[in-house]
């Protein structure tokens, strides 16, 4: 074996390995060679960066590390743990490692790329502008430079500029991956598929290997029906930089649909609280198919799926696993039940609250008129949190529908917008009244209808089988498909869309419409209505 040679050997065929892109060789090779030389900061820095390539990034971070404790005045090791750090998401510690590299090294545009980057993911968008403006004065014309300001411009909502400055990318380097990615990102956005979809195959033309433009692939084939290709593309989420930083590691076998007989599966919660009220609803096909099921989902939704019948054992996020055999992700079981548009699961109620509790919540909020759950903002972490949220003052005016009660769901920062807007919004704050998903699911099933942004409550509803108004950006999320007012997800659910991308008025006109016929219908008919149809 060539990792068995002498030191001198090894780094030369490990360096070349690296080179070429030959990840596991050069692995072996620089770990042999950390065993011979283990006081040199080079083969510690290179084992670091073969550790990275391979996604092993806490392994990478502790090579990193011990090549730093070997040579704390090196520029290449923190530009290589800063650039570790953006990949972690760690944006924080990137701009510490990135500043140190500079201090030492003050003329390298590539780190000051880098730092640009960690600050504009850090969301300090005027400190990203001056460090690209650095950049572009030491390397007039860097394609990454003009890049780094087209993704400030994508971050910051400014798609036309974004999308330009990509542009221009790509006349001074027509074969930079990450531009044509990032246009198609920009077109996905505004909601032109066509283009989106060239630019993405542009990038797997330049690199086959690259799951970013695969897995946005397989999010417009979603978003088109194409249920058969659109499951396995998504798969390939587990080797983007965003998923790799929260991929498990588990010894036992991914279930993709085999006979269980009997065995134990850990369905495990991989995204947002959302995707887990969808996606929960497999939990009991997975025991039909002979399993023995084990749902480990977020702290605050543990206590509402624990009295939800037919969902097997339920454990929280952080606590200890039991044995178990098999295990597979949420958002993997349609693809394990090959799902298709006319296969979707979507009998409901399959998530029920504590009855006690909502005899208390209907008692508390009886009266004749219609009781509406609102919810306008996500969790500002959300990628396109700025896309699909809504200031409570555009939705203020739905508030004033004669006939109607309204009551604020919202949790988060975004909460205080009912503060903020004072008498300008007739709403009832029940923030502190929802400790988890348990107190909001009493709360929803005594109301009539919820009305509410794509985000975890519109899920709540839609899983309850409560009638639910779901208020969606011109590029919404696949789940909700293309051109159609109805989900198949969630037969009580209606959908309003954006006709154009940022513009809410119109969405928030056509539900005050249809809010107000709705209240009128009923009280034609003899009364107010408890819940919308």
Same mark, same amino acid.
């Given at each position: 074996?060539?990792?068995?040679?002498?030191?001198?050997?090894?780094?030369?065929?490990?360096?070349? #390995?690296?080179?070429?892109?030959?990840?596991?060789?050069a692995h072996r090779c620089h770990q042999r060679l950390a065993e011979l030389v283990p006081k040199s900061p080079q083969v510690h820095l290179r084992l670091g960066t073969t550790l990275e390539g391979l996604g092993d990034w806490d392994a990478a971070a502790a090579s990193y590390g011990r090549a730093l404790e070997l040579q704390p005045d090196s520029a290449d090791i923190y530009g290589s743990l800063g650039r570790l750090k953006c990949k972690q998401g760690a944006y924080e510690e990137a701009v510490e490692a990135c500043r140190r590299s500079l201090s030492l090294a003050p003329n390298r545009h590539e780190i000051y790329n880098l730092l640009g980057f960690a600050l504009?993911?850090?969301?300090? #968008?005027?400190?990203?502008?001056e460090v690209y403006r650095r950049a572009l004065l030491l390397k007039p014309g860097s394609a990454y430079s003009v890049f780094g300001l087209g993704y400030l411009f994508e971050r910051q909502g400014d798609l036309a500029s974004a999308a330009e400055s990509y542009q221009l990318v790509l006349k001074l380097d027509p074969g930079l991956v990450d531009a044509h990615l990032h246009l198609g990102i920009t077109h996905f956005l505004e909601g032109d598929l066509e283009k989106a979809v060239e630019c993405f195959a542009r990038v797997q033309e330049l690199a086959p290997d690259n799951n970013e433009a695969r897995t946005f692939l397989g999010h417009i084939h979603l978003l088109q029906g194409n249920f058969p290709l659109g499951w396995s593309e998504h798969e390939y989420r587990w080797n983007t930089a965003h998923f790799l930083r929260h991929r498990r590691k588990f010894s036992q076998p991914l279930w993709k649909g085999e006979p269980l007989e009997g065995s134990r599966i850990l369905l495990h919660a991989e995204q947002g609280l959302g995707d887990t009220l969808q996606f929960v609803r497999y939990a009991p096909l997975v025991e039909a198919r002979g399993g023995n099921v084990v749902l480990e989902v977020q702290r605050r939704l543990h206590r509402l799926l624990t009295l939800s019948s037919g969902l097997g054992?339920?454990?929280?996020?952080?606590?200890?696993? +039991?044995?178990?055999?098999?295990?597979? +992700?949420?958002?993997?079981l349609p693809w394990a039940f090959a799902t298709?548009?006319?296969?979707?699961?979507?009998?409901v109620p399959y998530v029920h609250p504590d009855p006690a !509790?909502?005899?208390?919540?209907?008692? !508390?909020?009886?009266?004749?008129?219609?009781?509406?759950?609102? /919810?306008?903002?996500?969790?500002?972490?959300?990628?396109?949190?700025?896309?699909?949220?809504?200031?409570l003052e555009l939705l203020a005016p739905l508030t004033d529908t004669e006939g109607t009660t309204f009551y604020s769901l919202q949790m988060g920062p975004k909460a205080s917008q009912v503060k903020e807007l004072g008498s300008r919004v007739r709403i009832v704050d029940l923030q502190d009244e929802q400790e988890d998903f348990a107190d909001t699911a009493a709360i929803v099933a005594s109301l009539g209808l919820v009305i509410s942004i794509d985000t975890s409550v519109a899920h709540l509803a839609?899983?309850?089988?409560?009638? /639910?108004?779901?208020?969606?950006?011109?590029? +919404?999320?696949?789940?909700?498909?293309?051109?159609?007012?109805?989900?198949?997800? #969630?037969?009580?659910?209606?959908?309003?869309? *954006?006709?154009?991308?940022?513009?809410? *008025?119109?969405?928030?006109?056509?539900?005050?419409?249809?809010?107000?016929?709705l209240v009128a219908k009923s009280a034609a008919a003899g009364g107010a209505p408890s819940r919308a149809p």
């Open positions: 074996k060539p990792e068995d040679g002498d030191a001198g050997t090894l780094g030369s065929l490990g360096k070349a #390995y690296l080179d070429e892109g030959q990840l596991s060789p504009i993911n850090k969301g300090d #968008y005027g400190a990203a502008v054992e339920v454990i929280r996020w952080g606590d200890a696993l +039991p044995e178990f055999d098999w295990q597979c +992700p949420m958002l993997s298709r548009l006319n296969s979707i699961p979507a009998q !509790r909502v005899e208390t919540w209907r008692q !508390r909020l009886s009266g004749n008129s219609l009781r509406i759950g609102l /919810v306008w903002g996500g969790s500002p972490t959300f990628p396109h949190e700025r896309w699909r949220s809504i200031p839609g899983a309850m089988g409560k009638p /639910v108004w779901i208020l969606l950006h011109k590029s +919404p999320d696949w789940r909700w498909l293309l051109d159609r007012e109805d989900s198949p997800w #969630y037969p009580t659910a209606r959908l309003f869309r *954006q006709s154009t991308l940022g513009n809410w *008025q119109d969405v928030v006109a056509r539900v005050e419409c249809e809010l107000r016929a």
